[in-house]
Each structure stands twice: as structure tokens, then as C-alpha cells.
């Protein structure tokens, strides 16, 4: 006897067709036909195999997506990893925390990277450089109110100022003789240096008077 690929015996003309060999082929043919219950007529055409069918599978979303034929469990699970890394999720059931709509919208509020044309307030860092202007030199603009060139007009040049106002100079200590600007308080104290220190009025003549001292003789 030859045993087929499905285990059925198949009796050749040299074989006894005994009741035995009869029983083990109808057993076989059982087990065959009761995996076969529930298919529904037409089996195996378009649109025959149902879930009833097909039954339950479970998607394994580690199986790394690749080209090529596969079981539908398994290209269920390829596809299942790619939702997982399209969405950056830790598994392909788990919603992402935006959709891909909120996504776009968002998108669209932010400013393009060339030749962007901001509005409202713009805050920049304080480290921020604008071309050759490094973020020091843009830092002595603060305060500025106006335009820096009518704020340079206001100011007095170094060489030969014409000041108004009330101008005030530091005033120097009495005895200074440098080329710093003298205040009138220096020129008073100076003068009355000169008056207390150099001028003597006596009728006495001074006895050891310096060069520079002047005496007024009150007897006269």
C-alpha cells in the first residue's frame, strides 16, 4: 500500500483491501472532513474565507517591517510596527499625545526658517547675534529711546564743545596746576588761599615774607 502525503492509504492491485486498512483510511478521512465544518460552499474563491475561518490572531508589533511575501499574521505585525514608529508610541494600539491633524495646525503657527515674517512681541535671548553685531553690541542699545543718531546730536563733541546750561566740572583741591577744567568753587578757595596765606596786613613789616607775599602796612 502507498501512504499519500495526507496519510490516507492508497491500495494497489497487489494489496488485500482488508477491513483494517478500510477503518484507518475512513478514520483519516473523518478528522479531515470535520476541519473542513463551517467552511462555506465555494471555499477558497474571492471572498470565502470569513473570520470564522481565518479565526483569532494576535499582532506581535516587534517584528520589524520588510519587503516581501509573509503569513497575514505576520504582515499584519510588520504593519503594526510601522504605525508603532510612525507614531512614536511604545506599541501600534496607543494613540500619539497630538493627532496628525493638530500636527499640520500646529505647524502652520510657526514662523519658516528663511525670510520668516514674525508678528506681536518678539522676545530674543539675551546671547542673541544679529549678523556681525555680536549680543555685547546689541546690549549697549539698551535703553536707547530714539533714533541713536538724534541721541548722538544732544551730546557734546570732544573737541571744542559749546556747552549751555549749567555745566559742572569736578572741583579740584586748592593748589592744583594741571590742564583739568577748574570749577568756580576751585577759583574761590584759590583766591582765598592767596588772600589768607599771602596777604599780610600790619603795621609791622613781616619778618621772613616770601616771594609772592604782599604786606599792607595799616600805619600809614
Known sequence: ????????????????????????????????????????TGAGTANSATD???????????????AGADTPTRLWSKLA????GVMGTAN?????????????TALGLKAPSASPTFT?????????????????????????TSAVQTQLGAKAPLASPALTGTPTVP???VGTNTTQAASTAFANAAVADKI??????????????????????MSV
Open 1 to 40: 500500500m502507498i501512504t499519500l502525503p495526507s496519510g490516507i492509504k492508497k491500495v494497489e492491485a497487489s494489496d488485500n483491501a482488508t477491513i483494517a486498512n478500510l477503518n484507518v483510511n475512513a478514520d483519516l478521512l473523518d478528522t479531515k472532513i470535520t476541519k473542513l465544518d463551517g467552511i462555506a
Open 52 to 66: 470564522t475561518v481565518i479565526g483569532t490572531r494576535t499582532i506581535d508589533d516587534t517584528i520589524t517591517a520588510a
Open 81 to 84: 510596527n510601522v504605525i508603532k
Open 92 to 104: 501600534w494600539y496607543t494613540l500619539p499625545s497630538m493627532t496628525i491633524a493638530a500636527i499640520i
Open 120 to 144: 506681536g512681541t518678539v522676545t530674543l535671548p539675551s546671547t542673541t547675534n544679529i549678523g556681525n553685531v555680536s549680543s555685547t553690541e546689541l546690549g549697549y542699545l539698551d535703553g536707547v
Open 171 to 173: 572741583t579740584a583741591v
Open 196 to 217: 589768607t596765606n599771602k596777604v599780610t596786613v600790619s603795621t609791622t613789616a613781616p619778618s621772613s615774607p616770601a616771594v609772592g607775599d604782599i604786606w599792607i602796612d
